[in-house]
């Protein structure tokens, strides 16, 4: 299930592809997308994981509601008997259960953790089409091109190996032309929904999940809109949800881009990032600033570490002396300074973005919220840019 309230709709841009733009005026804050997942996999594919295999949540210890699966024992734990009701009519049915356990067994090849990823992935979305066949035609019409590789035929032929028999599979073309389909969504779609913050520690991800309308947004590497998620929220049931806010104020038709990595890489990295996970170099404004860097570096990655080497000095004492309400936008080599002063969380270790609380919150827009580490400051005048 997804709501945008009318804030946002989806175009078609000249050399991008489909893109979200805003339909109207937005105010930093403002949520313009709670999205539902159609496709929600373990990151921890032979089970074993301290959060429940329905909602993600995690697992107290010897919580008295915990339940596991009536059909898979101990592989499969749900935090309440309500969670494996769901997960037994959508997420953990019998297919998925028997596929699993297929794969878990010892007449299944060995394989990596990476494609023993995928290969859960593919048992996730071809449940989809079982229960939910609209929801599956839907993830086909998400961006990612086939490509029929090694990789792609040994993942058929493995799914082919353990999946149930499902009369409805006939229907969408049950193939290594579909898995190889399948596979190009999961890998330019996907979100981790991530562990925890803790600091020192590199964060994992708990399990992945594919949003339909959250996969339309485009990545800059200076975003205008950030992702929260809240999985371990006892608030309500769809924890799972991503939710979208915008960072500050923006007019209507602005595209809508978020960072599909922490804000604070360098270019080198991200760049390297961008090509081997989406395929795309990116020529955002920030790039196109900081690939004239890396030309005089010795290590050839210019980024944020190297901020206060290559700003003016006068500048850079300007930024320290600021306050969040009165930073200027930065000089003429690094016209971005003022995003990562106003919009990227201090805390070390950290490199999340910060948007304010949206207005209706009891406290106010005022307050910046980190989407990673949750740490909350105060920051007035929230004007756009």
């Known amino acids: 299930m997804a709501n945008d309230n009318g804030s946002i709709k989806l175009v078609e841009i000249a050399n991008k592809g489909r893109a979200m733009v805003s339909s109207r005026p937005l105010k930093g804050g403002e949520?313009?997308?709670?999205?539902?997942?159609?496709?929600?996999?373990?990151?921890?594919?032979?089970?074993?994981?301290?959060?429940?295999?329905?909602?993600?949540?995690?697992?107290?210890?010897?919580?008295?509601?915990?339940?596991?699966?009536?059909?898979?024992?101990?592989?499969?734990?749900?935090?309440?008997?309500?969670?494996?009701?769901a997960a037994l009519s959508t997420s953990h049915t019998q297919f998925v259960c028997q596929a699993l356990s297929r794969l878990r067994s010892g007449d299944s090849p060995a394989i990596?953790?990476?494609?023993?990823?995928?290969?859960?992935?593919?048992?996730?979305?071809?449940?989809?089409?079982?229960?939910?066949?609209?929801?599956?035609?839907?993830?086909?019409?998400?961006?990612?091109?086939?490509?029929?590789?090694?990789?792609?035929?040994?993942?058929?032929?493995?799914?082919?190996?353990?999946?149930?028999?499902?009369?409805?599979?006939?229907?969408?073309?049950?193939?290594?032309?579909?898995?190889?389909?399948?596979?190009?969504?999961?890998?330019?779609?996907?979100?981790?929904?991530?562990?925890?913050?803790?600091?020192?520690?590199?964060?994992?991800?708990?399990?992945?999940?594919?949003?339909?309308?959250?996969?339309?947004?485009?990545?800059?590497?200076?975003?205008?809109a950030c992702r929260f998620d809240y999985v371990d929220s006892k608030s309500e049931f769809r924890n799972t949800d991503m939710v979208v806010r915008?960072?500050?104020?923006?007019?209507?038709?602005?595209?809508?881009?978020?960072?599909?990595?922490p804000v604070n890489l360098k270019y080198a990295e991200r760049q390297k990032r961008l090509k081997e996970d989406y395929d795309f170099t990116c020529n955002c404004d920030r790039c196109k600033v900081e690939a004239n860097w890396s030309d005089n570096d010795d290590d050839g990655e210019g980024g944020v570490s190297e901020v206060d080497e290559d700003m003016d000095e006068d500048v850079a004492d300007d930024l320290e002396a600021e306050d969040c309400d009165n930073v200027g936008n930065g000089n003429d080599d690094f016209p971005h300074a003022y995003f990562f002063v106003r919009y990227m969380c201090g805390r070390d270790d950290c490199g999340g973005t910060l948007a304010p609380l949206p207005a209706a919150d009891s406290r106010g827009s005022t307050v910046m919220e980190c989407n990673v580490c949750g740490n909350l400051s105060e920051c007035d005048g929230m004007d756009g840019n």
């Open 246 to 261: 915008v960072i500050h104020d923006l007019p209507a038709g602005r595209e809508i881009c978020l960072s599909y990595f």
């Open 31 to 85: 949520i313009v997308l709670r999205d539902s997942p159609i496709v929600l996999y373990s990151a921890v594919p032979h089970g074993g994981a301290n959060y429940c295999g329905h909602c993600c949540r995690t697992i107290l210890p010897h919580s008295p509601t915990l339940v596991s699966c009536p059909n898979c024992s101990t592989a499969s734990i749900f935090c309440s008997p309500d969670c494996r009701s």
């Open 112 to 224: 990596d953790h990476d494609r023993l990823l995928q290969a859960r992935f593919l048992v996730s979305a071809y449940n989809l089409a079982t229960v939910a066949p609209p929801d599956f035609r839907t993830l086909l019409s998400l961006q990612g091109e086939a490509f029929i590789d090694d990789a792609s035929v040994f993942l058929h032929s493995l799914i082919s190996s353990i999946l149930p028999a499902a009369s409805n599979l006939g229907q969408f073309g049950f193939s290594v032309e579909l898995t190889s389909a399948l596979l190009a969504k999961d890998k330019v779609n996907a979100f981790g929904l991530m562990e925890p913050f803790e600091q020192g520690k590199e964060r994992s991800v708990r399990a992945y999940g594919i949003y339909p309308r959250a996969s339309f947004f485009n990545h800059d590497c200076l975003p205008n």
